[in-house]
């Protein structure tokens, strides 16, 4: 009997709790980063969003693991310095080969360089490749079932990597607190947060990532989780992966949610959400109400996306997305700069 007076009583304060979200939190979209524009490329390079988005068409139909690759590219690059690129350098050693890095795919990368040169070549070059990794990602999500939406573009690409700024990537042993802070530091609020983690619900995870929950064996993880997990990860080193979200596990949607509710969460950082009292009410809302999950996380990436961004004069676009351009005379490049002015215009 308790059982089943519970559910009701769940039910109701998490409806409750949706409709807190929806009164307290009704505000414009994120604004725009002076320098972006929705419609930067309207008049220079038309179709580059549907260049993007054919191409990810046929990649993801031969490989759909390079969706939630995509993304994970996209919020690291974002997070370390801002969305400049910085993660497609090449160095010795580069951003992306530090630890916090580790799993970023080649393939994903070489596809992000693949359509720079479909649209370099459609538009010429003006498209920067910090630009092609945000539309990316935002069709990296709707093409695996989540929403559609619109990103600022205008977005110039980086002049150099940092390797120092990896560490403020959220790990995945984060307890919640340390998670927030982190998010804190870069002007995220909880909502934020609790979002953006929704993009685990597609994507892999190697062992070491959440091999802490296994040895010693974490109470809050579902038994039956746990026996899958350690069959298949017998220490830390082991080079296997499992799925992030064992429900649909290539499907963009709020099933991760469904997976905290019934402790059948992967990492440390995506379980402890709902032990938290701060972000609890919202792994509940957004596990049953999808469409308010989809808003708050279009919200959230839109205001990733203009982290640190540079415009106008600031960085380059390059020629290729793993190497910065060889450097022009001052006059040459005063000269592209102001021809690219003229062509938005």
Do not use: W
Not at 80 to 85: A, F, K, S, T
């Amino acid at each position: 009997m308790a059982r089943s007076s519970a559910y009701p009583l769940f039910l109701i304060s998490s409806i409750l709790f949706i409709s807190h979200i929806y009164a307290s939190q009704v505000e414009a979209k994120p604004p725009v980063v002076k320098g972006l524009s929705y419609s930067f490329y309207s008049k220079t390079c038309p179709k580059l969003e549907s260049i993007v988005r054919k191409h990810l068409k046929k990649v993801f139909k031969d490989d759909n693991g390079q969706a939630p690759a995509l993304l994970r590219i996209f919020f690291h690059d974002c997070f370390v310095q801002g969305c400049d690129g910085s993660l497609l350098l090449d160095g010795s050693p580069s951003e992306r080969d530090q630890p916090a890095n580790g799993g970023i795919r080649t393939e994903a990368l070489q596809t992000i360089d693949d359509i720079r040169a479909i649209i370099h070549k459609e538009c010429g070059r003006i498209v920067s490749c910090a630009d092609i990794t945000v539309l990316a990602a935002r069709d990296s999500v709707f093409l695996t079932g989540g929403p559609d939406y619109a990103v600022p573009l205008g977005r110039r690409d980086g002049l150099s990597f940092s390797t120092s700024g990896t560490s403020d990537l959220p790990k995945p042993f984060n307890t919640t607190g340390v998670t927030l802070d982190a998010f804190a530091a870069k002007n995220f609020d909880v909502t934020d947060v609790v979002a953006l983690s929704g993009a685990h619900t597609f994507g892999r995870a190697h062992c070491g990532t959440f091999f802490n929950r296994l040895s010693p064996l974490d109470p809050n993880m579902d038994k039956t989780l746990a026996k899958q997990l350690q069959s298949t990860c017998p220490d830390a080193n082991s080079g296997n992966t499992v799925n992030l979200d064992i429900r649909t596990p290539t499907v963009f949607d709020n099933k991760y949610y469904l997976d905290l509710m019934n402790r059948q969460g992967v990492f440390t950082s995506d379980q402890d959400l709902l032990n938290d009292k701060r972000t609890k009410g919202l792994v509940n809302a957004f596990a049953l109400n999808q469409t308010l999950f989809f808003e708050k996380f279009v919200d959230a990436t839109i205001k990733l996306s203009q982290l640190d961004v540079l415009t106008g004069n600031q960085g380059e676009i390059r020629g290729k997305c793993n190497v910065v351009n060889a450097r022009k005379s001052l006059l040459t490049s005063v000269v592209e700069e102001v021809v690219q002015l003229v062509d938005q215009f």
